[in-house]
């Protein structure tokens, strides 16, 4: 199969793309989405609770509100249905190969060659919209191969697992966990939650919205856009206690203890207490973490994993708990992102090899050495307070406007400076510095040299303003 833009991913970013490439008249495009459904991580996780911590009304696309949101916070399933169901409304659908899976992507001189599950595609432009937050990780802990119960990582929830009546082991305390925990917790027999670090738990405003709220904006569709707006707002100053003023942290510190000193008691206090300045690993909303920490059959261990035994979970301290089944809420390979091995630009060099250990890219999208290449939600694009769907439109303005350049110059390929990527790196390292997230503490945002790759430092309307315009100056365009 021949086209234009072969696009990696049907979840916002893979969509959204879509959407502004029909705006564009450009119809020869195709999505290529390994799973057999619409909504890319939205589809793939299906654990029990599973919410977006982001408002709806800024979790959404800004040209598609949905005025019938049924939650402040919306629920995974509501999310998916929302994009396909955008999709649909803007024509996309016809677009999509849904259960084909890219297994590699070479750049061949003048097009991007790719062998997928349902056979090759070439394509003159390659975008991918896999996303950072794609391939779960699992420790390997000791002897985890000879637990013979099922186990499962929170992002591939096996449905077919009867947890009722069970012991069960949650390992990690994460944005995924705190909301499969208080799910589970209150119909197992025995939940063991093994937390390495605890989290900053806030208070959760997650709520219906009113059948009265619908209507309203349904009716005032520039009220929605005002509330979405406000929110925006609210959420954008946190950027003055990450980036700017990590000292004016405590003041959100004081508000997390007090919600933990609410629910748990003095020793299980002491076990749930961070240590460290909140902020630097993502702030969790919840009303029901500290509540599930505190049930009968619920056991927060703090001890290290030692081993993993065929009907057993082994702490450092030697204690043994008998579990019938595990899940892990234990992360993602971000750092070491499987598109990185996938993709071969120029010379036959794979993303990973050119990052050499950590991602770098040009506005977190264009890398040197990978012509036509456009990663959306790329390295440095992450946020720890606002919506990624902010970000996703960001970018889709900057790949239209180099879309838009190779067109008007009839020309066949656009590649970014190495001289203008490494400015860019340089001064989001430079701004990095400071911040609570690299001097905070240890996280998945850091790679192994204590660089952070993930984040986005800064007001994120300055990364509109930054994308707003592709500037040719930082190309070849030929
Ligand atoms: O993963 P995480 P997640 N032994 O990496 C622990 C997005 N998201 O799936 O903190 C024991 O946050 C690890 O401990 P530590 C969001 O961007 C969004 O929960 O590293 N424990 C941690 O507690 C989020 O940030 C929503 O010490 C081990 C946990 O596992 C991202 O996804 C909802 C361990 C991993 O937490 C990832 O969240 C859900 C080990 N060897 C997720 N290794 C929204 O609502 C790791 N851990 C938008």
């Known amino acids: 199969m021949d086209t234009t833009v072969a696009i990696i991913g049907s979840g916002f970013s893979g969509i959204g793309l879509a959407i502004r490439l029909r705006q564009e008249g450009v119809e020869d495009f195709v999505i290529l989405d390994r799973n057999e459904g619409v909504g890319g991580t939205w589809w793939a996780n299906t654990y029990p609770g599973c919410a977006c911590d982001v408002p709806s009304h800024l979790y959404s696309f800004s040209f598609a509100p949905n005025p019938d949101w049924s939650r402040t916070y919306s629920r995974q399933p509501e999310i998916r249905d929302y994009l396909a169901r955008v999709a649909d409304e803007f024509g996309v659908t016809p677009h999509l190969r849904l259960g084909c899976e890219v297994k590699a992507a070479e750049w061949r001189g003048d097009r991007w060659r790719l062998e997928t599950s349902q056979g090759p595609v070439s394509a003159h432009v390659l975008v991918s919209g896999a996303g950072p937050l794609v391939e779960p990780r699992i420790p390997d802990f000791p002897g985890l191969a000879r637990f013979e119960g099922p186990a499962f990582h929170s992002a591939r929830w096996d449905h077919s697992v009867d947890l009722r009546g069970k012991r069960v082991a949650a390992i990690g305390t994460g944005a995924s966990a705190i909301q499969f925990v208080p799910s589970i917790a209150p119909d197992v027999a025995q939940l063991h939650v093994f937390q ?10 997650s709520r219906p919205i009113t059948p009265w709220e619908k209507r309203v904006y349904r009716r005032f569709p520039a009220l929605q856009r005002l509330v979405r707006g406000g929110i925006y707002a609210g959420r954008e100053l946190l ?5 700017k003023h990590p000292r004016a942290m405590p003041l959100l510190e004081r508000v997390s203890r007090r919600h933990m000193e609410r629910h748990l008691p003095p ?5 749930a207490r961070p240590d460290y300045t909140i902020g630097c690993k993502r702030i969790l909303p919840s009303n029901g973490w500290y509540p ?5 059959n619920v056991e927060l261990v703090t001890d290290v994993i030692a081993e993993v035994r065929e009907r057993s979970i082994v702490t450092a301290d030697g204690a043994e708990r008998e579990v019938d089944a595990i899940v892990f ?3 993602f390979h971000v750092v070491d992102m499987p598109i990185g091995r996938l993709v071969r630009g120029r010379g036959g060099k794979t ?8 991602p770098r890219a040009h506005l977190g999208c264009t890398v040197p050495g990978f012509p036509n290449l456009f990663i959306l939600l790329g390295p440095n694009t992450g946020l720890g307070h606002s ?4 970000m996703i439109e960001s970018q889709l303005a900057y790949v239209v406007g180099a879309l838009r350049e190779l067109r008007s110059r009839g020309a066949r390929t656009v590649e970014v400076r190495p001289e203008a990527a490494e400015r860019f790196n340089a001064e989001v390292q430079r701004r990095l510095q400071g911040t609570v997230w690299n001097t905070g503490c240890q996280s998945w945002y850091l790679d192994g040299e204590g660089r952070n790759p993930t984040l986005w430092p800064d007001w994120t309307w300055r990364f509109r303003q930054r994308t707003a315009r592709f500037d040719p100056a930082e190309y070849v365009v030929a």
């Open 239 to 243: 950027v003055l206690g990450f980036v």
């Open 329 to 331: 809420g234990t992360g």
């Open 267 to 271: 020793e299980l206090q002491r076990k």
């Open 351 to 358: 993303l990973e090899e050119a990052w050499n250990g950590s």
């Open 292 to 296: 599930a920490l505190a049930r009968d």
């Open 387 to 390: 919506s990624m769907v902010y």
């Open 196 to 205: 390495r670090t605890p989290p900053w738990v806030m208070p959760h405003s």
